[in-house]
């Protein structure tokens, strides 16, 4: 099966600057993939390009098999964009922006059907204006999925949002995951692009430093994975057979180990054997956040 998008050495300059530098990299039919990167690393320029919205310098790219320099209003029917800020009108009820903007679209999805997908069903005849953030971020969701496209590019579908708020658009983006639907995404919540992405790449000044999957990544991590739990005296001499892996941080002692399973069977082991409960036990794996810190090195 052929890639819904293909990028091989793209390649965007400014003048002197070059904003992206030789990108390479693939997305698969029904996969969510995420593009990370600090500000000014080029993520936005890329995807702008895979939009058809800006120029490459050289390169080669596909979306859906297609060029999108020169994709036009064919290609442009198959792919929805939700930008990280939307100018839609906010007099307008959920449901007239819904059929206004489809009417753009050759092919578009009913308006009760949008407002069911994305739970705004009680809000379909609200102005949106009226809207919560979270409300106006599901309704920006709806209106790139309005002409039913195959391929979804979200930029920081959650930005500003509340603990509650971001949960429920993880929900969503689930959701079209589901439905078979490619996504691209952006994100600075590294904790975002790991429980929804199937894979990420890792942007800095213009060129992958690191691709694959979050647990890849992880798994490639110079940081160790800590057992934790309050202080227990009664395994006091277990822990000295693990040397100098186990620190004592205040209330806490951490065990450092790249083995955890065999570690974690021998604290627990002799916890049981003195019938005792370990206080608050932990086992703390590297998460994507950390990968992405140690790739990116201090900031500058």
Request: no cysteine; net charge negative.
């Amino acid at each position: 099966m052929a890639a819904a998008i293909s990028v091989r050495n793209l390649v965007k300059s400014y003048g002197r600057l070059t904003a992206v530098d030789g990108v390479s990299f693939a997305i698969e039919p029904g996969e969510v993939f995420a593009l990370l990167g600090p500000n000014g690393a080029g993520k936005s320029t890329t995807i702008e390009i895979l939009e058809g919205f800006r120029d490459r310098t050289s390169g080669s790219v596909e979306v859906l098999g297609v060029d999108p320099a020169g994709g036009g209003r064919a290609l442009r029917d198959r792919i929805g964009v939700v930008l990280q800020q939307t100018g839609i009108e906010l007099e307008l009820t959920v449901r007239e922006a819904l059929e206004q903007y489809g009417a753009a679209y050759r092919s578009r999805r009913p308006a009760d059907e949008l407002v069911e997908l994305v739970g705004l069903d009680a809000k379909a005849d609200e102005r949106i204006t009226t809207l919560s953030g979270g409300q106006k971020r599901r309704v920006d969701l709806a209106l790139g999925l309005v002409g039913d496209p195959d391929i979804v590019f979200l930029d920081e579908p959650t930005t500003g949002f509340d603990p509650s708020a971001r949960r429920e658009s993880w929900e969503l983006i689930d959701r079209l995951a589901a439905l078979g639907k490619t996504i691209l995404l952006t994100t600075h919540y590294l904790d975002e692009a790991q429980h929804l992405a199937d894979r990420v790449a890792v942007l800095q000044s213009g060129r992958i430093i690191a691709e694959g999957t979050p647990q890849e990544l992880t798994a490639q991590s110079p940081t160790r994975t800590v057992i934790s739990f309050g202080p227990t005296p009664a395994i006091d001499a277990t822990l000295a057979e693990l040397g100098d892996r186990v620190r004592r941080t205040g209330q806490r002692i951490e065990v450092e180990t790249e083995s955890p399973t065999a570690d974690l069977a021998l604290i627990t082991t002799a916890a049981a054997n003195q019938n005792i409960e370990l206080p608050a036990l932990q086992v703390s794996r590297p998460s994507l956040e950390d990968v992405y810190l140690e790739l990116l090195g201090p900031a500058e």
